[in-house]
């Protein structure tokens, strides 16, 4: 207790000395906290809990969803019904460790019941060398054709961690996507440590990538110029986004796994570099020793910084009507904390307040429905597809 006031005083003296003009080294500017209270006021309705290993879901023109399963099936949700969806020639799946058939996004021009185009991550190839890749294809209301790859980042790793993963649109119809790192020591890649690759503008690997709708580089990437940085590359020095979310203002979010602490969300800027695995706030599996700084001088603080690990997952953006109060609000899932966590934010940007909604169950995925309800999938052998409505009682 005595370190920790003695941590926020330095801090507070650090920060009038600035404003009196004093040069002292910038500070971060959160302290890794754990979970926050438990908030009451709703509960979950089980749509169905017919969903084998669910990780990504996305709704149709229709008001339909798909959910793509890690083992390589995809499934349509109507209401309580659960029917399996045939995919055509997808490529070689890696379906082991966190690898698998991932996230999941329609294109949002695409308004008809049928021939919808359907994008798709997964983990490509074999246990000693895989990557992860980018898929398109067609949905003709009954099936998924017409599967080519659009997209497959490098260099190549062995192992089942750290694929990232998550894709989300742009106004502008761009599409983001999250590659991790590559693994935990002692995982090398391309002559080091893997998590190293984070750092390495060479590499996809540990950062988010901003594509054309045919997976090439979307124009205007703000490091397409710098002189060995690969085109693709929006955002880097990030291990394992596994949570992306664009507000109505095209701001844009990520929830961050850190290791045994040090779980983040962090608003993502073009061209910003995001400190892992120089900056963080988790401690080295092996050693138990931090690893990095807290704050580096021009590296991006997390807003959020979480610690024991949630392990988050997917991340929402609340605007619906059911819970004025939650509007503006992020929604985290947590893997590890089987919760969802409520992040409020004031009209700067500053976070606020944070609370969680108790779930009981190991949280995939959580995304806001057409219908302005959230929703939320459980990491489960038969996965459930929760919706969270208000508690009247």
Not at 270 to 275: L, M, Q, T, W
Request: with cysteine; hydrophobic share 35%.
């Amino acid at each position: 207790m005595q370190l920790r006031q003695l941590w926020k005083s330095i801090r507070y003296l650090c920060a009038t000395s600035i404003l009196a003009g004093a040069a002292l080294p910038v500070l971060a500017q959160v302290e890794a906290g754990g979970a926050p209270p438990a908030v009451k006021g709703w509960r979950m309705e089980t749509v169905t809990d017919a969903l084998p290993r669910a990780w990504g879901m996305a709704w149709l023109p229709d008001g339909r969803m798909l959910v793509t399963g890690k083992e390589g099936s995809l499934h349509l949700v109507a209401g309580k019904q659960v029917t399996q969806v045939p995919i055509e020639e997808l490529p070689k799946l890696m379906d082991s460790g966190q690898g698998g058939l991932l996230d999941i996004a329609v294109h949002p021009a695409d308004k008809g019941p049928a021939n919808v185009r359907v994008y798709m991550t997964m983990a490509h190839g074999t246990s000693s060398e895989n990557r992860t890749i980018l898929v398109q294809g067609i949905f003709d209301g009954k099936k998924v054709s017409g599967v080519k790859t659009l997209f497959q980042a490098s260099p190549a790793k062995s192992g089942g961690q750290h694929f990232g993963s998550r894709i989300a649109w742009l106004p502008d119809g761009t599409l983001l996507m999250s590659i991790g790192d590559g693994g935990n020591p002692p995982q090398r890649v391309g002559g080091m440590l893997a998590r190293d690759q984070a750092q390495n503008l060479g590499s996809h690997n540990g950062s988010i990538l901003r594509l054309t709708l045919e997976g090439k580089a979307a124009p205007g990437n703000p490091l397409a110029a710098k002189a060995g940085a690969l085109p693709e590359i929006w955002s880097y020095g990030h291990r394992n986004v596994q949570g992306l979310a664009v507000d109505p203002e095209g701001r844009v979010w990520a929830s961050e796994h850190g290791p045994r602490g040090g779980d983040e969300i962090n608003r993502i800027e073009g061209g910003k570099n995001y400190g892992w695995p120089l900056q963080s706030f988790g401690l080295d599996y092996s050693s138990r020793e931090p690893i990095g700084k807290h704050s580096v001088p021009g590296m991006v603080d997390p807003l959020v910084a979480w610690s024991p690990s949630p392990a988050p997952s997917g991340l929402a953006w609340y605007t619906g009507n059911a819970f004025p109060q939650w509007r503006g609000s992020l929604f985290s899932g947590s893997l590890a904390g089987e919760d969802l966590r409520r992040i409020a934010f004031d009209k700067d940007g500053k976070v606020v307040r944070q609370e969680k909604l108790d779930i009981g169950a190991r949280v995939r995925d959580v995304r806001q429905g057409p219908d302005g309800q959230l929703y939320v999938l459980t990491d489960e052998d038969k996965s459930r597809l929760l919706r969270i409505v208000p508690d009247k009682s």
